[in-house]
C-alpha cells in the first residue's frame, strides 16, 4: 500500500505544480494592481469590500486567460516549448479548458455582484483573450494591441467596482498602460520569435524583424510612461507621488530596453528573457504609481513592496524554467537542476 500511496502523492504533486506553472505567479499581482488602481482613481480606496473585488476578479481573468492561452497555444507550444505543462502531458487538455472557464466564471460572479454594468465589458474581456490565441497571437500587432487592450479594461473594470462608471481620470490612464502592455507584450514575441517562426506565427519581429520590433515597443513603451505622466499632471490628489514612482518605473523600464537596443538585429533569447523580466517589475510599479496618485505613497508603497519581492523571487525560481526546456544530460552524469 504504501508505495501505491507515495506514487499517488507523487502524481497529484506533478498535477499542481502544472497547474502553478500555468498561472505564471509572477505575474499574478499585476492584474490584482490594476484593478486596484483603478479602484483608487474611483475613491474606493477606503472600501475593503472594493479592494478584494477589484483585486480579484481580474486575476481571475488573468488566469483564465492563462489557462486558455495555454489551451490554444498547445499546438505552438508543442514545437518551441515542448516541456511545458499540456505539451508535457503534466495537464491535459481538459483540465487546462476548465480550469480557464472555471476561472472566468468566478471572476464574473464577483464583477456582477459589484456593478452589472461591467457585464459588457466583462464579455469584451473574455472575447479578447480567446481572440488573442485564438486569432490575433498569429498576426502581428494585432496580437500585441489585443494584449495591451486587456490590461486597459482591468482598469476600467477595477474602477467600475468602486463606482457605477468609470471617471474621467482614469482615460489616460488606461490609454497609457494599453500603450505600455502592447510594448511589454512585442518584447515577449522577440523572446519567442524562433518558435514563431516555426509554427507559422506572423509576429512583428518574424516578419519585419527583431530591430524594427525592439524600435516599435521602445516608442510604444515611451508613448504610455508619458501618457501616464499626463495623467498626474492633469487630475491626482498626489501628483508628487505619481510622478515619483512613475520615475522609478521608466528608470527599469530603461535597463529592460538598454540591452535590446544596443543588440540590433541579433537579439539571444535569454537577453529578451532578461528584459521582459524586468519589465515584469517594471510595471509592477507603474501601477503602483496610479495608486499613488489616488491615495498618497504610503499606501502604494505597502502593496507594492511584498508584491515585487513576490515576483522577483518567483521570476528567478520558475521564469527561465517554464520559458526554455531543461538541458540536456550528460551520459554518466547527473543533471545539476
Known amino acids: ?52 473585488v477589484a483585486a480579484l476578479a481580474p486575476t481571475l481573468g488573468w488566469l483564465s486567460g492563462h489557462y486558455l492561452g495555454d489551451y490554444f497555444d498547445r499546438n505552438l507550444d508543442a514545437i518551441g516549448k515542448p516541456h511545458r505543462p499540456i505539451p508535457s502531458g503534466r495537464l491535459s487538455t481538459e483540465a487546462a479548458l476548465c480550469g480557464g472557464l472555471a476561472c472566468a466564471a468566478l471572476s464574473a460572479v464577483l464583477v456582477v455582484w459589484a456593478n452589472w454594468r461591467i457585464v459588457p465589458l466583462f464579455v469584451v474581456a473574455v472575447a479578447g483573450i480567446v481572440g488573442y490565441s485564438k486569432v490575433f ?24 467596482v468602486a463606482a457605477p462608471w468609470p471617471p474621467w481620470p482614469l482615460l489616460p490612464v488606461a490609454a497609457g498602460f494599453l500603450l505600455h502592455d502592447t510594448a511589454s507584450n512585442l518584447v515577449g514575441t522577440i523572446r519567442d520569435v524562433d518558435g514563431d517562426r516555426a509554427g507559422g506565427y506572423r509576429s512583428v519581429p518574424v516578419r519585419r524583424g527583431v530591430r524594427h520590433a525592439v524600435r516599435l515597443a521602445l516608442r510604444l513603451y515611451s508613448g504610455g510612461v508619458a501618457v501616464v505622466v499626463l495623467g498626474a499632471v492633469w487630475a491626482t490628489t498626489d501628483p508628487a507621488a505619481q510622478l515619483a514612482i512613475t520615475a522609478v518605473a521608466a528608470i527599469i523600464g530603461a535597463r529592460a530596453f538598454t540591452p535590446l537596443v544596443r543588440a540590433g538585429d541579433v537579439v539571444g533569447a535569454r537577453t529578451a528573457l532578461r528584459a521582459h523580466e524586468l519589465l515584469v517589475a517594471e510595471r509592477l510599479a507603474l501601477a503602483a504609481a496610479v495608486i499613488a496618485g489616488a491615495t498618497g505613497s504610503r499606501f502604494a508603497l505597502a502593496l507594492v513592496l511584498p508584491v515585487l519581492l513576490f515576483s522577483l523571487l518567483t521570476q528567478a525560481l520558475m521564469r527561465a524554467r517554464h520559458e526554455f526546456p531543461p538541458a540536456p544530460t550528460v551520459a554518466g552524469r547527473k543533471d545539476p537542476a
Open 1 to 52: 500500500m504504501a508505495p501505491a500511496i507515495t506514487r499517488l502523492c507523487r502524481r497529484i504533486g506533478w498535477s499542481v505544480l502544472a497547474h502553478v506553472q500555468t498561472w505564471r505567479p509572477y505575474t499574478s499581482c499585476y492584474p490584482a494592481l490594476l484593478g486596484l488602481a483603478g479602484t483608487a482613481v474611483a475613491g474606493g480606496a477606503g472600501r475593503a469590500d472594493a479592494l478584494v
Open 137 to 160: 497571437k498569429s498576426r502581428g500587432i494585432a496580437g500585441n494591441v489585443t494584449r495591451g487592450a486587456l490590461t486597459a479594461l482591468a482598469l476600467v473594470i477595477g474602477a467600475m
